[in-house]
């Protein structure tokens, strides 16, 4: 079976650089704005994402909107 468009399939490579794993964001856009700018990011890092993006917190929207523009800035791995 093929992986639908648009969709983040799980390579067996080993990464490259760092791995840093991020979990229940719940929509909180300030709170993660000021995490991934204390995190040592290159462009050879993978950030895991682990739970939900949304919900509860003041910015749902923003906090996926900030996922989306960390694709440019290194692997990103969004787990549904």
């Keep these: 079976v093929s992986p639908s468009k648009g969709s983040t399939v799980a390579s067996t490579a080993e ?3 760092p791995i840093f794993a991020i979990g229940d964001v719940h929509g909180c ?3 993660l704005r000021i995490l991934l700018k204390q995190l040592p990011i ?3 890092s993978t950030v895991v994402f682990l739970g939900d ?3 509860r917190g003041p ?3 923003g906090a996926v909107e ?8 290194c692997h ?4 549904r």
Excluded: F, H, N
């Design 53 to 55: 993006y949304i919900d």
């Design 29 to 31: 856009a300030t709170e």
């Design 42 to 44: 290159t462009p050879d």
């Design 66 to 73: 900030l996922v989306l523009e960390l694709k440019e800035r």
């Design 76 to 79: 990103v791995v969004a787990l």
């Design 15 to 17: 990464p490259k650089g």
């Design 59 to 61: 910015d749902s929207r």
